[in-house]
């Protein structure tokens, strides 16, 4: 790490560190992904190296893309990557979008996502602050910590709250690609009206604000899901079906 110069830090976790640095080789500003004993517990152990693998593999315009890695002798694991001024969800917090520019990111969110999905990766955790872009609004899509190669078994708790899916709700083991396409479709109406689409204070309400605005999932469809959940979910929302 002695040839990257530590500039400014602009994101930090209880486990993640995330700063500005300069190469000082190739005299280039960079971004450093500091995690913190990756290996400490199984959970982020999985992370950063699902994380790991999928960056050494995937490589779009849209992506954010790993140019080096190291590990410190405290076994603190740092991933340097390009850097990006600033992410949508800064954005979004300091000034309403022009429709030019909603266009623009959303084609490029989309295109991402278009290559990320056939490469069967679903990312798992689509939002604006996992969202790049640069002083020429270039767009990268980045944190793949969460994401999982396509598999018929997934884990349940993924994204955050606001962009999740109701069939990550609902099956919690079932379910595809389409759960980061419904994440770009809450990240859309954000850019649009400045605010979150689904602003949910917790798990249930969640589902009740989703509800209240594109209405309850029809009988046959839910008989579709087979989840325990759905029974909970039916019985609080008084939906007339039969498992």
Known sequence: ?????????????FEITTSSAKDQLTN?????????KPFSTPVLAKRTYRELKLLK????????????????PLEDIYFVTELLGTDLHRLLTSRPLEKQFIQYFLYQILRGLKYVHSAGVVHRDLKPSNIL??????LKICDFGLARVQDPQMTGY???????????????????????????GCIFAEMLTGRPLFPGKDHVNQFSII?????????EV??????????????????SSTF
Not at 1 to 13: L, N, P, S, Y
Not at 28 to 36: D, G, L, P, Y
């Open 211 to 219: 509800t209240e605005l594109l209405g309850t999932p029809p009988d």
């Open 158 to 184: 993924v994204s955050t709250r606001y962009y999740r899916a109701p069939e990550i709700m609902l099956t919690w083991q079932k379910y595809d690609v389409e759960v980061d396409v419904w994440s770009a």
């Open 133 to 138: 872009i640069n002083e020429n609004c270039d």
């Open 57 to 72: 593999h995937l490589r779009h315009e849209n992506v954010i893309s790993l140019s080096d890695i190291f590990i410190s």
């Open 28 to 36: 280039q500003a960079v971004a450093v992904k500091k995690i913190m």
């Open 222 to 239: 839910i008989q579709t899901i087979g989840s325990a959940n759905v029974g909970a979910f039916s019985l609080y929302f008084n939906f």
């Open 1 to 13: 790490m002695a040839e990257f110069v530590r500039a400014q830090i602009f994101g930090t976790t």
